[in-house]
């Protein structure tokens, strides 16, 4: 899920040659229901043109009826999910 619009996250999906499914929420009310909104989180410095709000990257392992299987929620804007740990993450769901 992202604020990106739906074409530049096919244009990963792409590149990346994957045939995972990245999600669209240009305004944020999906993200809002998952609670990665930081309101004001931003930093000052990096507020320029792009408002206060951050949200967090937050990563959702889904399985085939989309139920949410796994979740990795961090404190800061700054720290993602591991590759490793999501890809562990992807085996011990099968």
């Known amino acids: 899920m992202s604020v990106d619009p739906p074409e530049a996250s096919e244009e990963l999906r792409?590149?990346?040659?994957?045939?995972?499914t990245f999600l669209s929420d240009r305004d944020g009310?999906?993200?809002?229901?998952?609670?990665?909104?930081?309101r004001g989180g931003m930093p000052s410095f990096e507020r320029a043109?792009?408002?206060t709000d951050v949200f967090l990257p937050?990563?959702?392992?889904?399985?085939e009826r989309n139920v949410i299987r796994w979740v990795y929620?961090?404190?800061?804007?700054?720290v993602r999910a591991p590759a490793t740990q999501v890809l562990a993450e992807i085996d011990r769901l099968g």
Not at 73 to 78: G, I, K
């Open 14 to 20: 792409k590149r990346l040659d994957t045939p995972i």
């Open 29 to 38: 009310a999906l993200m809002d229901l998952v609670n990665v909104r930081d």
């Open 49 to 51: 043109n792009r408002g």
């Open 58 to 63: 937050t990563s959702f392992l889904l399985d």
């Open 73 to 78: 929620r961090p404190d800061t804007y700054r």
